[in-house]
């Protein structure tokens, strides 16, 4: 089964990029359209090859192909589904679960990382300022220029962006924004649910009105400005110039190209089995890349790259069916750009040299380092109040440290720091070096306890567990995990190693944050379902924070109160309620039982300096003289090169190092659109 598959919701996960100059002397050829034929790339020559369609790689692509004289193929081990509504539709999302769009990698611990998270509900969001500034404490000085910081990517998050402000009766639903935060020219819809459909009753407001009194969380009309620590009514990717199909990476680069680029070609039902090198002295320089249908079989194509190798196949690995049957609509959050490098040669030699592959650059950091979130839900049975609509769900929370702890937070804090050399000690099998995580947990730990990066979210969903109901999960976990190939079959999966809770401190917030949960759903207002009466224009009603005089002036009303929920369905007596809210233990145990995936994996092909924590001063690490110390980090460099090749590069979640406090797809659209930057600007 593939791993770069979908050419349509891949929006989670991220593309790959690669600089390819040595390629043999074939006449330029520039074939267009999509195909499953082989035939069109087999033995042939583009200046770009881009492996896997999802939401990295065509916007990768598409900037490209905007130079008529620029030819570039992609290879999607998917099928181009653009019409299948079960993939277009969000409002009827998850319609694809157990069907063959449902890519299912299991893991070590027994858990699957679905391949089909960005065919959910479409949120939209960015993480803290901070967050992102703190990517660039992990380059080279030399390397900071380059951007890689909140400035540097929100000029490229709004780039791909086509916002749609709220109509009225979106607005008076609850939607708003700052019109600053957005783009308006970008190819990629972003709005909010359309007006009819848009949740309109009083859970979401009562939703918000709660945590705050709960926890002091400030309500935020747009948190896409980089200050996501708030509760907020969110946007979704939706064209409402489409008839309010799914905004995917597809829909939005390459169907309004479709007919008018010549100089690019998908082929779709082929994957990609292994990098092609020039030869094998450092650097390597990739001249091509070997395909297979996605089938499996012993049958091999080879295409040839003038300049790079683009890899966007995801920070594990897709694979099809056995059936052969999968979509161009996944995420490609969770795809194979480490196996691929592996299988390619690049890795660690203790993995590689067992198999019988000969390790070409000893990377040991290639499928380390993996970050994944979990999620539980909790939900109550509803009094038959009136829902307002039919969704998606779009009211989110983002809580900090001390909003999710209370008064056990400055404990917590604490313990983050003083327990950050025991977790990069043992985290090092599964991350990277014991040196090199004590900087980034070090990070991290500042982050969260100094700079109030969420720690949590929790999305009010109507529906799920229950009618009323929430899902929530642990945003930043300090556990790394591991995703290596087993075999030299590139169609078999590969080992996923979570580590899922770890480092217990995950735990803590899973369960302080389900704790919060079930504080939610038994205080007022959200235990509260309102009914109007009259009221002087000038009062703003209180489940309303957001509302403007304005909209008030239009209520004329006030929201009284009665039960809203008949009483917690989930978990329930699972884990009994008492003075405390629930005990750690029945707490731990509840979740153990019953987590997911949130299917957000990151950073096992990591943008970082090559090595954090030692003593080399040369530049780049490799040329360290033999009495110097060095702890093995980064993947990528800051041109998302990878270490020791000329025209490889990764362009996908894989090179994120550390996970952020939001969905992906705002994200990896920047950092495509910055990608695709770098790759034009390096070929002048």
Known sequence: MPYYQNLLYLCLVLSSACLSFASPSF???APSGITISPSAADKETFDYIVIGGGLTGITVAARLTEDPGISVLVIEAGADDREDPRVYDIYNYGQFTGTELDWAWPTVEGRVIKGGKTLGGGSYTRGAKEQYDAWSTLLEPFEVDVGWNWDGLWSYMKKSEAFSPPTDVQASKGAQFNDTYHGYSGPVG?????????????????????????????????????????VSVTPITVNWHDQGRRASAPEAYYTPVENARPNWVILTKHQVTKINW????????????????????????????????????????????????????????????????????????????????QTLIDLKTVGRNLQEQLMSALGATDNGFDLGGRGPSNAIAFPNLYEVFGAQSNTTAQKIFANVPYWAKSQA??????????????????????????????????????????????????????VMINSTDPFAYPTIKVNYFAADIDMDIQVATARLCRKI?????????????????????????????????????????????????????????????????????????????????VGTA??????????????????????????????????????????????????????????LSSTLYGVAEKAADLIKASQK
């Open 27 to 29: 006449p330029k050829r």
């Open 190 to 230: 972003v709005t909010f649910p359309e007006p009819g459909a848009m949740y309109g009753g009083p859970q979401q407001p009562s939703f918000i009105s709660t945590i705050q009194a709960l926890t002091g969380i400030k309500w935020n009309k747009d948190l896409n400005g980089g200050m996501p620590n708030c």
């Open 278 to 357: 020039s030869g094998i002295s450092l650097p390597l320089v990739a001249s091509g890349v070997e395909f297979a249908p996605s089938t499996g079989g012993p049958t091999r194509y080879v295409a040839f790259a003038r300049r790079e190798v683009i890899v966007a196949a995801g920070a594990i690995q897709v694979h099809l069916s056995p059936s052969g049957s999968s979509s161009l609509s996944h995420l490609v959050v969770a795809r194979q750009t480490p196996a691929l490098l592996q299988l390619s040669g690049i890795g660690d030699s203790a993995i590689l040299g067992p198999l019988g592959i």
């Open 429 to 482: 099998e599964g991350g990277l070096s014991e040196e090199a995580l004590k900087t980034i947990f070090g990070v991290q730990a500042d982050l969260i306890v100094n700079k109030n990066a969420p720690v949590s979210e929790i999305f009010y969903d109507t529906g799920y567990p229950a009618l009323v109901g929430m899902v929530m999960w642990s945003l930043l976990p300090f556990s790394r995990g591991t």
């Open 521 to 601: 759903l038994t205080t007022p207002p959200l235990r509260s379902v309102s009914f109007l009466v009259p009221l002087p224009p000038s009062f703003i009603p209180h489940p309303f924070p957001f509302l403007s005089r304005s909209h008030a002036d239009l209520c004329s009303c006030v929201y009284l109160y009665s039960s809203l929920t008949k009483g917690e369905q989930v978990p329930g007596n699972a884990v009994p309620d008492d003075s405390e809210r629930g005990t750690d233990a029945a707490w731990s145990a509840w979740i153990k039982d019953t987590y997911t995936s949130v299917f957000h994996p």
């Open 606 to 663: 990591a943008m970082m300096r090559r090595s954090i924590g030692g003593t080399c001063s040369f530049s780049p690490p490799s040329e360290c003289c033999v009495d110097d110390v060095w702890f093995p980090a980064g993947v990528v460099d800051a041109q998302l090169k990878v270490y020791d090749t000329t025209n490889v590069r990764v362009v996908d979640a894989s090179m994120m190092p550390m996970q952020i406090s939001a969905h």
